[in-house]
């Protein structure tokens, strides 16, 4: 069982990096993608067991579709917050309330914690300060509220969601 495992994550350490060259290169010439096979095959070679905990159990059809929606929910966070931050910058006279939020998460294991915290850290406006056990500590450009329950709902909510169906 344990070598069907390396052989799992060596695969999805493969793809993933593969799928992150042609993402780099978008281009799909011979040499690049060939390029692409053999950079991605050899780093997966020396880093597969520290890449990630998953392995290709992450590839099923049903998770796939959850990860697709991820990256338009993601989008959709990005675009709303990036016209937040353009329209305090273009108005300076706008009040704005910067702090240091919390709130817990759901999510069990490391990885899953670590792609919700970059995600909140990829939206302008917030900042992924500290992760400590479930305890997200957020640095917020223009916070709404303190309870932690609703900077839950208003932060992180649409991602946890669908991480939930992703990793758990």
Known sequence: MEATNKISKFFFTWVVLFAIWLAFTSTFALAEVVTGVVVSFIIAIYNFNNFTEIGL???????VLYMIQYVFVFLWALIKSNLNVALIVLNPKLPINTGIVEFETKLKSDFAKLVLANSITL???TFTIDVIDNKYYIHWLDVKCTDRDEVYKEIAEPFEKILLKIFQ
């Open 123 to 125: 939206t302008p406006g």
């Open 57 to 63: 159990k992450s590839f099923s059809p049903k998770k």
